[in-house]
């Protein structure tokens, strides 16, 4: 009888509430391609995550093109860019009522020269 225990470190990825479409560029190649993952990495056992390794997790940037990965805490300018972010400097340009329309009021001198009486009614010229 023989048993096979297998001992590993599973990361869970997944988007990060609030930076969900945020797209920033990536520090190492440059490219626009950078997108906030939490990384939540736990220890497994027979393939089974049983320990969690990070309580939290961490939240990184992670370049889809070059896979490098960065500390979110380390880009201001992504954390600029989250909805709803707790400094609450980042109003969203949303759900803002729309512009006045331009009221009706009217030119003024309407209603004027409008009464203008009619021309005379002209008597046929008579020769004789
Ligand atoms: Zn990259």
């Known amino acids: 009888m023989c048993l096979i225990f297998t001992c590993g ?54 370049c889809h093109i070059c896979n490098f990965a960065q500390p979110v805490e380390n880009r201001p300018d992504v954390q600029a860019m989250k909805r709803g972010g707790e400094g ?9 009522a729309p512009p006045p329309q331009q009221a009706g009021a009217p030119p003024a001198g309407w209603g004027q020269g409008q009464g203008q009486a009619p021309p005379q009614g002209q008597a046929p010229m008579r020769y004789g």
Not at 15 to 40: L, P, T
Not at 47 to 55: N, Q
Not at 88 to 96: A, L, R, S
Request: proline share 6%; net charge negative.
């Open 9 to 62: 470190e599973h990361t869970f990825r997944k988007e990060v509430e609030g930076y969900e479409g945020v797209v920033c560029q990536c520090h190492n190649c440059g490219n626009y391609a950078g997108h906030v993952i939490k990384s939540n990495p736990w220890f497994t056992f027979c393939f089974i995550p049983v320990i969690p390794l990070s309580v939290h997790g961490y939240h990184d940037v992670v």
């Open 88 to 96: 609450g400097n980042n109003v969203p340009m949303q759900n803002q």
